[in-house]
């Protein structure tokens, strides 16, 4: 039977398990990247693990979310990181050469390869043909150190894509479609696979706004064959010689399949608070903005920018609207500069921030107070903007553009008509922002810098009892990790000080939890759907490990942050009934029966009692026997350790 691409690319990286057979496969990793915000902690990680040097072909540190240096602790980061990725073997991308995704895009992704990142948009790499995953920080460390990264056997869904977008429809609207239809939750334990005549039509900075928001899907990854146009666009970066073909076999399955003709989409954008609460733009158009802000990592490509400055030649913005754009990369500003589409932008009155995450990561430009901001970014969760009650709405660049300049929500189709950007032949080069790391033989002399905000990472404990423990938090369906462990400007300097972070840790639920989670010595939280989806932060993890959490017992988890919680050798349970869910409230306590044994013995059931009405019930436990493992060991670095 004939391979799909995302099969190819597996087959060839398994290390542990049977493709389509064992509940788990553990993968050869070829590639790494860090950003600031997570690379701290991943770091540390690596280091306790006293590997002395990479052992992946590539790793790369980005500094990309903490550019804002308004105290010493974001510049003390970007040094440790400097110093640290110089011994090991890593490449250090410097502040202001771009975001992450973006960078990797241009410089160093390769059609067929894997990642591994500590950031949840990694899969944007799908985008060039790479299998690329969002991963907690302690994955990635271990994958540094050479080992594998293990994902639930996925269910491969091929997305039939036909037509060609029509004028003023983008990849954005792809996705946003792609959302409608199969929600944030939609995705969990698949890999979407694009495929069909629609492919041809659409660029690598495209695809990989696609494979970018396949994170919001809760996708493991999202991938695109590698074609003509991948190598069109390696050659234009200077590195054909990294082009491989990739294609499905014409007789290739697929688990799930659905077809979206490109030629019937329209634009659309994601309503407040939700990426998959999707509606036409049309529906909504003249809804009165006051912000605009264009860039982040799924859409601050040169064709994204070039699009923006063609509609905003000439034109100024309204008098009543902000319109913050950041390009994606240093090679993205410089072109645009170059060919003069920066003047375009400029001109038209809009305000250019630096190439890094900027406001998608409320690091600036919160909105005023009920503030409507249009964005091209990914995420429009309630407060991750800065502002409380600001309603933000994701949109494409075009759709953002045009509704800068008239001041309420357009829909960009008139003023795109004809409207076509064309893919350089050559892009720029430049790569004096990457600092290449030191020789092996050099390393040695090389110190690692630590600042005082640099403190250590909480260690976690082996599961060798029953847990008794008070419910100190009760929360809803579709909890985020910026729920659990907010970001932004004023705490997101903290990332390497979890001490300090755990006074903000889930305060935008309930401002007293860290304290009672304190005071409760160990605690267990009770979650709905899809708990801990969003961003691959460790700190939602190693944070509520510092409060005290042992267990979280939710209706069902986010990829990402369960193998967090189990990283951390917290232990995620699931409900096997939404009665039980809702019997149980804040303040009951819950025991354990025969966790332990459980574990042990590879069982998916487990009696617990509610210590206040004696009532039993069970909840289940579904974890590999590897996952397993870890709890007994009392985490990730802990197993790994012991099996050096
Ligand atoms: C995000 O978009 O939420 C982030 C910030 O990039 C995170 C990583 C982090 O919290 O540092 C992500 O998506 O993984
Ligand atoms: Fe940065 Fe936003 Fe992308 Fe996260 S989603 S990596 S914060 S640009």
């Known amino acids: ?58 790793s790369v540190a980005y500094i990309d979310h903490n550019t804002l240096q308004n105290g010493f602790e974001n510049s003390d980061d970007h040094e440790f990181i400097r110093t640290i990725a110089k011994k090991y073997g890593i490449r250090y991308s410097k ?57 639930t056997n996925p269910k ?96 290739a399955v697929y688990d799930e399949e659905l077809t979206i003709n490109l030629s019937a989409l329209e634009p659309l954008c994601a309503c407040p608070h939700m990426p998959d609460k999707v509606k036409p733009v049309r529906e909504l158009a003249g809804m009165k903005i006051d912000q605009v802000c264009i860039g982040s990592c799924t859409n601050s490509s040169l064709y994204d920018m070039l699009m923006v400055a063609k509609l905003l030649k000439g034109k100024t913005v309204a008098e009543d609207v902000s319109l913050v754009i950041a390009p994606g990369s240093r090679q993205v500003l410089d072109m645009l500069s170059a060919c003069g589409a920066l003047t375009d932008i400029l001109d038209a009155g809009a305000r250019v921030l630096e190439c890094a995450c900027g406001p998608c990561i409320g690091m600036g430009q919160s909105p005023k107070s009920a503030g409507v901001s249009l964005r091209t970014f990914n995420r429009n969760f309630e407060g991750r903007s800065g502002t409380k009650d600001a309603q933000v709405y994701l949109v494409s660049p075009a759709t953002a553009a045009v509704s800068a300049i008239t001041g309420v929500l357009t829909d960009p189709a008139e003023a795109c008509a004809g409207l076509t950007v064309d893919m350089p032949a050559s892009f720029t080069i430049n790569d004096n ?64 000080n979890i001490p300090y972070l755990s006074k903000f840790c889930f305060t935008r639920c309930d401002e007293n939890f860290p304290g009672r989670a304190k005071a409760a010595g160990e605690s267990i939280i009770i979650g709905g759907e899809n708990y801990g989806q969003g961003s691959s932060r460790e700190h939602a993890a190693l944070v509520p490990l510092y409060l005290g959490v042992r267990a979280i017992v939710a209706t069902s988890f986010a990829r990402i942050h369960k ?45 617990v009692r509610d210590a206040k009405t004696g009532n039993k019930f069970i909840v289940k436990l579904e974890l590999s026997e590897r996952q397993r493992k870890i709890l007994l060991a009392g985490g990730l670095l802990n197993y790994t350790k012991a099996a050096l």
Do not use: W
């Open 563 to 607: 193998d967090n919680l189990v990283n951390a050798g917290i232990v995620p349970l699931t409900f096997a009934s939404k009665f039980d869910y809702e019997a149980l409230s804040q303040g009951d306590r819950l025991e354990t029966l025969d966790l332990v044994d459980a574990v042990r013995e590879g069982r998916e059931i487990v009696n």
């Open 156 to 251: 491969i869904v091929g997305i039939e894509l036909t037509g060609r977008l029509r004028d003023g429809v983008g990849a954005k609207d792809v996705i946003l479609e792609v959302l409608r239809r199969l929600s944030v939750k939609g995705g969990v334990g698949k890999i979407i696979e694009y495929r069909g005549e629609g492919v041809k039509t659409l660029t690598v900075p495209e695809r990989a706004t696609i494979t970018n928001m396949g994170a919001e899907l809760g996708a493991t990854t999202s991938v695109f064959p590698s074609d003509e146009i991948t190598r069109a666009f390696l050659k234009a970066q200077g590195r054909e010689q990294d082009y491989v073909e990739l294609s499905a076999d014409p007789d």
């Open 95 to 151: 502040p202001g050469n771009g975001i992450c995704h973006q960078v990797n895009l241009e410089r160093f992704g390769k059609p067929g390869k894997t990642l591994i990142g500590s950031d949840s948009h990694t899969p944007t790499g799908g985008g060039i043909g790479m299998l690329a995953f969002g991963a907690g920080g302690l994955d990635v460390a271990v994958a540094m150190g050479g080992g594998a990264y293990y994902i």
């Open 1 to 58: 039977m004939g391979m799909n691409v995302a099969q190819k690319i597996l087959s060839t990286h398994i290390v542990d398990g049977e493709l389509g057979k064992s509940p788990e496969l553990g993968l050869r990793i070829d590639t790494t990247l860090t950003q600031d915000a997570t690379g701290t902690m991943a770091y540390l990680q690596f280091e306790a693990m006293g590997i002395p040097r990479v052992r992946t072909e590539l």
């Open 433 to 496: 922002m990457i600092v290449l790391p030191a020789s092996e033989q050099e390393a040695d002399k090389v110190e690692i810098v630590r600042g005082p905000n640099i403190k250590p990472f909480p260690a976690s404990k082996p599961l060798d009892g029953e847990l008794s423990a008070p419910i100190v938090l009760k929360v809803g369906d579709n909890i985020t990790t910026d729920h659990i462990m907010p970001a932004g400007a004023a705490i997101l300097p903290f990332r390497s």
